[in-house]
């Protein structure tokens, strides 16, 4: 199984920051909403709102009709 880095990076950065909240899930939510509000605050943009999608969404299959039969 091949580690992605990036993916990797993520995962030690979220530990240390739940290591430095003591493991406590509150405190980690706690400091989360505040990192978010300060990055707000410096113009980064979040996509607080759910998606309201006004026309179904397209498939990404392609549908074929199936191959015409050859026997008579």
Request: aromatic share 10%; with cysteine.
């Amino acid at each position: 199984m091949t580690t992605d880095p990036i993916a990797a990076e993520v995962r030690a950065n979220r530990e240390a920051i739940f290591a430095e909240c003591g493991y406590d899930l509150d405190r980690f939510n706690a400091h989360t909403r505040e990192v978010e509000e300060q990055l707000k605050r410096e113009g980064w943009i979040f996509a607080d709102r759910p998606i309201v999608r006004t026309k179904p969404q397209e498939s990404f299959f392609v549908r074929e009709a199936p191959p015409a039969s050859t026997e008579p």
